[in-house]
């Protein structure tokens, strides 16, 4: 997800679109919680087995040819990355409803933006909704939403599959 984050941060930050600019705000920023949540799990990991770079989804190319075909993609990329905290919130509250002793170390992610994350919510669907775009357009930033879904979904396939393989090699040593 780090990959994710960090790609859309720099291309929505190279992006002249005025709607894009519209609806992107600095805190919408995700990287900064990955990495302290990378950096807590990490120094908290056992001894396991480890992922193989080489095999992990490289986002840039998975999601540069969208938003270069329609700069208006990367709204419906937010989209996805700011729906996506109210999940976080959900997952993180019974995560820590389960599991009690993992304490708040490594869930920041998952935070969301905490009690204010239902109000942005809100405030992001009103920015969207202000744009007033003609349909084409309009059309632009679902398909990048759709796209984004889909991706994800495709990358996290692959590394479930990257993590069962390299699951069993460990296991065969």
Same mark, same amino acid.
């Given at each position: ?101 993992? +304490? ?7 935070? +969301? ?6 109000q942005k919510w809100k405030a992001f669907q009103c920015c969207l909704n202000s744009l007033r775009l003609e349909t084409p357009r309009t059309l632009e930033i679902v398909k +990048? ?29």
């Amino acid at each position: 997800m780090r990959a994710f984050h960090y790609w859309l941060e720099t291309m929505v930050g190279r992006c002249d679109d005025a709607s894009v600019s519209l609806i992107w705000r600095s805190d919408m920023r995700r990287t900064d919680d990955l990495d302290k949540d990378l950096a807590t799990l990490d120094s908290q990991a056992s001894a396991g087995p480890e992922c193989d770079p080489e095999r992990t989804p490289d986002f840039e190319q998975l999601f540069s040819p969208l938003v270069t075909e329609s700069p208006l993609r990367a709204v419906g990329l937010a989209y996805v990355s700011e729906g996506s905290r109210l999940g976080g919130l959900v997952l993180r509250n019974s995560l820590l409803h389960s599991y009690p002793s993992l +304490g708040v170390g490594g869930l920041s992610y998952l935070e +969301g933006y905490g009690a204010s994350t239902g109000q942005k919510w809100k405030a992001f669907q009103c920015c969207l909704n202000s744009l007033r775009l003609e349909t084409p357009r309009t059309l632009e930033i679902v398909k +990048g939403a759709v796209d984004g879904f889909r991706h994800i979904r495709q990358a996290f396939e692959a590394l479930s599959a990257m993590r069962i393989k390299t699951t069993q090699e460990h296991q065969e040593r």
